[in-house]
């Protein structure tokens, strides 16, 4: 493979998990997807109330609660952040690679090899770099994840004991049904009351040397 293909080719392709990073709201909660409404349309099957028994949407609770929002803004963020620091690498790196490609057949033969294995560090540097960057990002969702986590779980209690629930079942999993024990709206308004933003910086990790096993 020449220099150029694998500047364009293997680079690029690590970079994929820095500029794919999903959003805040799609993943908090372990969503795929479009995030969940805050509250489930009118379901066909109707049918009674069921005393105690109450459902909850975690992933809408995450999606719409106002943390959850200023944290998907917040890391996507960090995410473009992260890129520009590889691109301000990767893309002098491709002209020189592709400058070398046209000269490389006038060079002498020692010379060639000695630019060729010069440039391949500087690609094997720049995907561990890319790598590093989104390790950072997965690691700055993650806790953002885990402090939002954190701060629903008190409201969610809050809010079952209000609404003398017995059980608590993901709102995903219901077929149909009469859901006007949803507590899905309630935590989401209670949780915006007690954490009405969140504001964080990239996490920062130690570099990994060259060759280490992810």
Known sequence: MSIRMLTLAAV??????VAATPAMAQTIGG???????????????????????CLLSREAVF???????????????ITLAA????????????????????????????QRNERQQALLQRVQALQAQAAHNAREVEATRMAAMSRIADAAQPVIAEVYASK???LLFDRGSALGGNF????????????DARLPTLTFERERLPLQPAGTAQ
Do not use: H, K, Y
């Not at 690029?12 to 998990?17: E, I, N, Q, S, Y």
């Not at 999606?63 to 963020?77: P, T, Y």
């Not at 590889?86 to 020692?110: C, G, H, K, N, Y």
């Open 63 to 77: 999606a719409n609660a106002a943390a959850g929002r200023a944290a998907s803004a917040r890391l996507q963020e």
């Open 31 to 53: 969503a795929r997807g479009q995030a969940a409404p805050a509250a489930p349309e009118a379901q066909p099957l109707g049918g009674p109330l069921v005393p105690g028994v």
């Open 12 to 17: 690029v392709a690590t970079l994929a998990p």
């Open 164 to 166: 003398n629930c017995g």
């Open 180 to 191: 006007g024990n949803d507590l899905t709206a309630g935590v989401v308004a209670a949780l």
């Open 83 to 110: 890129q520009a620091e590889i691109d301000a690498v990767r893309q002098p790196l491709e002209a020189e690679a592709q400058a070398f490609e046209t000269q490389a057949a006038s060079l002498p033969e020692a």
